[in-house]
């Protein structure tokens, strides 16, 4: 049943200053572009009431180069990094990922900061962000933090975001190797993902995985093996011993195992 519009309420601050003098008063839930949260209000799966608008901080958006990466607003829309220039250049897994997430009206919509605070494991951008290094800025009244992504989630829908935090931005590192992304399900796009891999092969092997546990992967072990030169054989081994995927509506855990294995592969061969 979806919630009584007149039980609902709206806070629309003019800066960052003040949204975040707002939260520090009183619980809040911030709120950007809403592609996730109005479906939530329609089917009553929000138990929020009271709800912090965003929207309209041009503060919180925006791409630039940053210590030899880039520094991504948290208000980024998926639009602003499918053209970006910069991203392309520097991250083009993350254009990739970007490309598949639902329609345009969701790309012109939807956040990086979203993406990252609705933490679901299925969140596209979040392997691309766990392979690349990236971390997250937070910020509250009268403090700034960066937390790298490996540390940001602590579980199911769960971060180290306090109440009165908001994502500011996200900052990446300069990457050195090719880039690759995969996301499989039921279509290219406008759809929920079953699995999704990001990688980077360079020097050493980055890699990470979505929607084959708790929160966004990063297969570390696996990435050491094919690092230290092991088998793909091995790789694969340390990677099904890192995942630990469910059956749901969209998929099995065992067809995701399988399709995780393959993406693997398909990473090991792609960027040869």
Request: charged share 20%.
């Amino acid at each position: 049943m979806a919630v009584a519009r007149n039980r609902l309420s709206l806070l629309r601050p003019r800066t960052v200053r003040e949204a975040l003098r707002l939260l520090a008063g009183a619980p809040l839930t911030p709120i950007a572009g809403c592609t996730d949260v109005y479906v939530g209000l329609q089917f009553g799966t929000v138990a929020a009431t009271r709800f912090l608008d965003l929207w309209g901080l041009d503060e919180l958006r925006g791409i630039r180069r940053a210590d030899g990466g880039l520094r991504i607003g948290a208000l980024t829309t998926y639009t602003d990094i499918i053209t970006s220039r910069l991203v392309q250049t520097q991250v083009p897994m993350l254009t990739a990922a970007a490309r598949e997430i639902g329609g345009r009206q969701i790309q012109n919509r939807g956040t990086l900061g979203g993406n990252i605070a609705n933490a679901s494991p299925a969140g596209d951008t979040l392997p691309v962000l766990a392979a690349a290094g990236a971390r997250i800025v937070l910020g509250r009244t009268g403090h700034e933090r960066a937390v790298p992504m490996a540390d940001f989630y602590t579980g199911y829908r769960t971060s180290v975001r306090r109440r009165d935090e908001l994502i500011l931005a996200v900052e990446i590192p300069r990457l050195q190797g090719r880039q690759w992304w995969r996301k499989v399900g039921t279509r290219r796009a406008q759809a929920i993902s079953k699995v999704m891999m990001a990688g980077v092969r360079g020097d050493d092997v980055r890699l990470a995985v979505g929607a084959v546990g708790p929160t966004v992967i990063a297969a570390t072990g696996a990435a050491r093996v094919l690092s230290a030169g092991g088998s793909l054989a091995a790789a694969q081994a340390a990677l099904d011993a890192e995942i630990a995927p469910i059956d749901d509506l969209r998929s099995t855990q065992d067809y995701r195992r399988t399709v995780a294995m393959n993406l693997l592969s398909q990473f090991w061969s792609d960027t040869a």
